[in-house]
């Protein structure tokens, strides 16, 4: 038999700018899409830890996150 002792998972998430939307309106949609992400992931109370969070040339944002996957406990994987 066997058992998960820890597991997460390593995501790179890009958050793109909305192409129809005026350029300072589609940045500031976007800081609050990823505020929103992150207040989910509270919400959910999902342990993560974010390795990097970019800001692109474009305005666009580029996180780096491990997060725990389902509800599998994280080890030391977010020390």
Do not use: C, F, H, M
């Given at each position: 038999m066997k058992r998960i002792q820890a597991a997460c998972i390593c995501q790179t998430l890009h958050f793109l700018l909305?192409?129809?939307?005026?350029?300072?309106s589609a940045v500031r949609q976007i800081r609050e899409e990823v505020e929103h992400y992150k207040r989910s992931?509270?919400?959910?109370?999902?342990?993560?830890?974010?390795?990097?969070?970019?800001?692109?040339?474009?305005?666009?944002?580029?996180?780096?996150?491990?997060?725990?996957?389902?509800?599998?406990?994280?080890?030391?994987?977010l020390d």
């Open positions: 909305k192409e129809d939307a005026p350029r300072a992931l509270e919400r959910n109370r999902t342990q993560y830890r974010i390795v990097e969070e970019a800001e692109q040339p474009d305005g666009s944002i580029v996180v780096r996150i491990i997060k725990q996957y389902n509800q599998s406990p994280v080890g030391s994987y």
